[in-house]
């Protein structure tokens, strides 16, 4: 368990606001922003949260209450607050990703980028186990963490639109999937049939930070045959 932690409160937007933490207690806890994040909406009425790696953006409703009042609740959840070190969860779930050519947007580039054959890519994303780090961007979308430094690419210099459900991407350390369709700006490597996001469940998100995660690659046939299941 850690000792209690010093959060720092920084204006963000009239209606948001930022709290970040010293470096040495995200070391020792990673998820100590989404332990927070649960801590909080059990806590207080009338809030959003966006919990991130290395802070938390709390909304507020300034109908309902004002910002230093606010304020006062924040600091007083933050004097009782007690986050837990957490271990790896010893479960590994493994996600399957076929990187087949009409998936993989951007493989063509990654690969010519990076000087690797597209089955050098494919190895280097299958190769290693990441964690969860978070949940966040969008409704559902897992960071996932950290990337072999074979693969670590910028994000693209014009983002996607839309990119479909299932879409796996890379953008600097982070490999990430996309729950749920929309516009994205990360190069784009593959697809996986697996749905982790379900609106309709009390916790929508079937993948939770700090869970150990690997990737499998299966053919586009393998694909189509989980995705009718």
């Known amino acids: 368990m850690l000792d209690r932690v010093e959060f720092s409160v920084n204006d963000f937007a009239e209606d948001l606001i930022l709290i970040k933490c010293p470096s040495d207690a995200l070391n020792q806890n990673p998820l100590i922003f989404w332990q927070l994040s649960k801590t909080l909406l059990?806590?207080?009425?009338?809030?959003?949260?966006?919990?991130?790696?290395?802070?938390?953006v709390v909304k507020v409703n300034l109908l309902k209450n004002t910002r230093p009042q606010y304020l006062i609740d924040l600091n007083n959840v933050f004097s009782t607050f007690q986050p837990e070190f957490k271990e790896e969860s010893s479960e590994l779930i493994t996600v399957p990703i076929c990187y087949d050519d009409e998936f993989a947007l951007d493989m063509n580039d990654i690969s010519l980028s990076k000087g690797l054959s597209k089955q050098e890519v494919i190895d280097a994303h299958c190769g290693i186990e990441y964690q969860v780090k978070m949940i966040g961007f969008t409704p559902g979308f897992i960071y996932i963490g950290d990337l072999s430094d074979l693969l670590i690419l910028p994000r693209l210099k014009t983002p996607r639109v839309f990119v479909p459900s299932g879409s796996i991407g890379l953008a600097n350390k982070r490999t990430g999937i996309y729950s749920l369709g929309g516009p994205g700006g990360w190069p784009i490597i593959g697809r996986t049939p697996t749905n982790f996001f379900d609106p309709k469940k009390e916790d929508p998100s079937l993948i939770q930070p700090g869970m150990r995660l690997r990737f499998e690659s299966i053919t586009k046939e393998e694909f189509g045959n989980m995705l009718s299941n």
């Open 42 to 56: 059990a806590s207080l009425t009338d809030i959003e949260v966006i919990p991130g790696e290395d802070s938390l």
